[in-house]
């Protein structure tokens, strides 16, 4: 099992067999957990992320992972705060996820293995760069921001959302693209508006 620093550092992705839902967790507490990130924008906007225990299931792809596949008045344990929870005191790990949907979660385990790439996007997005998102036909993707990073073999997407409600931008989805040789990863990105990042500042509650 792979320690979080050895996790954050990574090039490449892990076996899934090398990390778990807990160690995730650890990574997400350790790299991001009450960290807020300001982002001034060349368009003059400034934009401040913060990370909160509500948002890792969400991350993670539980949430959806489950959804259809178990009663809705059981969801609200495979989210927010509860979802949180259950990580931490061992209720939702790989085993019981992959007992609910066997299928779902195989899709989610590129999501999993490529978590590492985070961290590294919120501290440096990629070309300096916010990607407006414009939603083609048949998404499932609704946020205004994307910001990403590379690796070798995965491009990795932090979708931004914004709670018109509370006047807030949040971590709203990870997404993950494989670069081989049909595809150059850039699925979600190639076409879309850029603005340029011209300063970060992180603070840690």
Known sequence: MLDIHTFASLN???????????MLQDY??????????????????????????????????????????????????????????????GTIDFASLKKIGKK?????????????LLHRMMEAPYNKTFIKYVPTS????????????????AIGHLGIGYDKDDD???PQSFMTERINATSNGMRFIDGRPT??????IKKTS
């Open 12 to 22: 490449t992705n892990p076996s899934i067999t090398d990390i778990s839902l807990s």
């Open 28 to 89: 997400y507490d350790h790299y991001l957990l009450h960290n807020t990130y300001q982002y001034y924008l060349s368009d003059g906007r400034n934009i401040s992320i913060k990370f909160e225990e509500k948002h890792l299931c969400h991350l993670l792809g539980i949430k959806k992972l489950v959804q259809g596949t178990i009663h809705r008045s059981q969801l609200y344990s495979y989210f927010g705060i509860h979802g949180y929870q259950g990580i931490k005191n």
């Open 104 to 116: 779902r979660f195989s899709m989610c385990k590129d999501k999993w293995v490529f978590f590492f």
């Open 138 to 153: 048949g998404t499932q993707v609704f946020v205004e921001f994307l910001v990403y990073d590379i690796c070798d073999n």
């Open 168 to 170: 807030l931008w949040f």
């Open 195 to 200: 603005i340029g990042v011209e300063k970060i």
